[in-house]
């Protein structure tokens, strides 16, 4: 079982940015990959960025150029630096993981943390 937390969510300006951390805790060493998710009102939850155990990136295009997601192995945490922040990024941001279980790969969500972008 893995748990994540996820905080550095807040209300930022248009053009400002910000760091999300995810801190992973029990199983942590069963994880294959992790991401972040985010959804906002009215729409459906999406992929915004993923690392792999192996250190490979995607992002949604959305978001290609102006947001970067990392790790940090000793601190069993997951990064997400978002800059140049539109309004349009607006939306809970949800941590991700995906381990392996006794019979398939589980995934784990954090409570989700708030992004607003606003002037």
């Known amino acids: 079982q893995v748990q994540l937390v996820e905080s550095g969510g807040g209300l930022v300006q248009p053009g400002g940015s910000l760091r999300l951390s995810c801190a992973a805790s029990?199983?942590?060493?069963?994880?294959?990959?992790m991401g972040w998710y985010r959804q906002a009102p009215g729409k459906e939850r999406e992929l915004v960025a993923a690392?792999?155990?192996?250190?490979?990136?995607n992002y949604a295009d959305s978001v290609k150029g102006r947001f970067t997601i990392s790790r940090d192995n000793a601190k069993n945490t997951v990064y997400l630096q978002m800059n140049s922040l539109k309004p349009e990024d607006t939306a809970v941001y949800y941590c991700?993981?995906?381990?392996?279980?006794?019979?398939?790969?589980?995934?784990?969500w954090g409570q989700g943390t708030q992004v607003t972008v606003s002037s």
């Open positions: 690392i792999t155990s192996g250190g490979s990136t």
């Open positions: 029990g199983s942590i060493f069963s994880i294959k990959a």
């Open positions: 991700n993981a995906d381990s392996v279980g006794p019979i398939a790969t589980m995934r784990s």
